[in-house]
């Protein structure tokens, strides 16, 4: 089946500083990837919405400047948080969009940012 | 617009003993229904999903979920649980636009006591 991989599945950081995460399609071309956010014992908040080769669609409440979303290939979309705090600690999973169709997606293993 | 309700934040169950994790949705079109595992820090893995064929749909590990329009709802069973079960289940609809993300329920964690 399809394969997401996302890197780094944890990282540790000291606020103001930047972390990027990358989520990979490993064996289909995604051309589609959301950003979550989920904090603990709780569901998924989509983040944005990534398109390769355009800009990403933000949800409503989610700064731009401060999430930084690139979808350079239809392999590789990247989330970088900037000028990170305590607040931003949170678990960050991506998906790609396997079926335009049905809208069924495809998780990558979540990344466990936490600032210091 | 669609929208997910999952009833029950935290069911418990003893092994061998059915499983059902119940979802109701709400969409303004035809909707695709989907459930998805997680298991403590990591992704979500696909379990079933529905796409307007039949209305029974079987899954991985023995789970199995039916899509019931006149309830607007489809619940999540297993006839006997396994310890392995334990985790949080995500119910997620999706209208079939396309490029339109999912819609998650708020989750249910499954607790299996021995």
């Known amino acids: 089946g399809a394969v997401v991989s996302q890197h780094p599945s944890r990282v540790i950081c000291k606020s103001g500083t930047s972390v990027k995460i990358e989520c990979r399609s490993l064996d289909f071309q995604a051309t589609t990837m959301f950003w979550y956010r989920q904090f603990p014992k709780q569901s998924l908040m989509l983040m944005a919405t990534?398109?390769?080769?355009?800009?990403?669609?933000?949800e409503q409440g989610v700064e731009k400047d401060k999430f930084l979303i690139n979808h350079a290939s239809l392999t590789l979309s990247t989330l970088t948080v900037t000028s990170a705090h305590p607040e931003d600690s949170s678990f960050y999973i991506c998906?790609?969009?396997?079926?335009?169709?049905?809208?069924?997606?495809?998780f990558g293993e979540g990344s466990r940012l936490t600032v210091l | 617009a669609q929208s997910v309700t999952q009833l029950g934040s935290h069911v418990s169950v003893s092994e061998g003993a059915l499983v059902l994790l119940r979802c109701n949705y709400s969409?303004?079109?035809?909707?695709?229904l989907f459930w998805y595992v997680q298991y403590p820090n990591q992704g979500l893995q696909l379990l079933l999903k529905y796409t307007s064929a039949a209305t029974l749909v079987k899954g991985i590990n023995g789970f199995e979920a039916e899509f019931k329009k006149s309830e607007t709802s489809f619940h999540l069973t297993k006839p006997s649980a396994h310890m392995s079960d334990a985790a949080e289940y995500f119910c997620a609809v999706s209208g079939g636009t396309g490029r339109r993300a999912l819609t998650f329920g708020s989750g249910t964690r499954l607790q299996v006591q021995p």
């Open positions: 969409s303004s079109v035809p909707p695709y």
């Open positions: 990534s398109n390769e080769g355009s800009k990403a669609t933000y």
């Open positions: 998906s790609a969009l396997q079926d335009p169709r049905t809208g069924e997606l495809f």
